[in-house]
């Protein structure tokens, strides 16, 4: 069974920056893709940037250009990099990895916002 762990969440001041860590238990390669989704309170899970297997990477639009999700193969270990931080990205944050036909979700980490 896979396990994702999140890691790298806090609470920091408008403009500042985190970078979450997912790491997962085994090799991230037999990964079709991998996400990340933020859920806020009263609001759905929402796509937040994925890569591919390939190295291919999008982002959702509220995020282009502050966010940057990478990987690390050596270390199975994706990040979400995120940088200019606003209100509005409060939320908890959620790693997500697809196989075949398999979905797997990290158990979240929360980043809060605020001055």
């Known amino acids: 069974q896979v396990q994702l762990v999140e890691s790298g969440g806090g609470l920091v001041q408008p403009g500042g920056s985190l970078r979450l860590s997912c790491a997962a238990s085994?090799?991230?390669?037999?990964?079709?893709?991998m996400a990340w989704y933020r859920q806020a309170p009263q609001k759905q899970r929402e796509l937040v940037a994925v890569?591919?297997?390939?190295?291919?990477?999008n982002y959702a639009d509220p995020v282009k250009g502050r966010f940057t999700i990478s990987r690390d193969n050596a270390k199975n270990t994706v990040y979400l990099q995120m940088n200019s931080l606003k209100p509005e990205d409060t939320a908890v944050y959620y790693c997500?990895?697809?196989?075949?036909?398999?979905?797997?979700w990290g158990q979240g980490t929360q980043v809060t916002v605020s001055s």
């Open positions: 997500n990895a697809y196989r075949n036909t398999t979905t797997f």
């Open positions: 085994g090799s991230i390669f037999s990964f079709n893709y």
């Open positions: 890569i591919l297997s390939g190295g291919t990477t």
